[in-house]
Nanobody, 126 residues
Framework: QVQLRESGGGLVQAGGSLELSCASSGRALSNYAVGWFRQAPGKEREFVAVTTWNGRRTAYADSVKGRFTISRDNSKNMLYLQMNNLKPEDSAVYLC???????????????????WGQGTQVTVSS
């Protein structure tokens, strides 16, 4: 199994940028497709982005396309989310997740992921 821990969240003004990181330990990250989800108060957990085991395939939610970039460095067991042109509606707790069964699959449903980090708060002010 793998353990995940997010970092890099914080407070940023609308239009600004932020990079989130997800560090993993245990089983090598290359065994998993990995993704980012977010959850705002009173809302359901929302898919943000995913990348397959080798980083060659990615997918994004329509709401973040053109603004967010997901990437991974398997040699460091790290996952990243570069967020540009942030909007107030991007404010949420951001979580990274790993999918072992769909290691080469683009999955957008949270229930398909096996392991989760604790989340990091992102707040975007107007």
């Amino acid at each position: 199994q793998v353990q995940l821990r997010e970092s890099g969240g914080g407070l940023v003004q609308a239009g600004g940028s932020l990079e989130l990181s997800c560090a993993s330990s245990g089983r090598a990250l290359s065994n998993y497709a990995v993704g980012w989800f977010r959850q705002a108060p009173g809302k359901e957990r929302e898919f943000v982005a995913v990348t397959t085991w080798n980083g060659r395939r990615t997918a994004y939610a329509d709401s973040v396309k053109g603004r967010f970039t997901i990437s991974r460095d398997n040699s460091k067991n790290m996952l990243y989310l570069q967020m540009n042109n942030l909007k107030p509606e991007d404010s949420a707790v951001y979580l990274c997740a790993a999918d072992v069964d769909g290691w080469d699959t683009i999955s957008t449903a949270s229930h398909l992921y096996d392991y989760w980090g604790q989340g990091t708060q992102v707040t975007v002010s107007s």
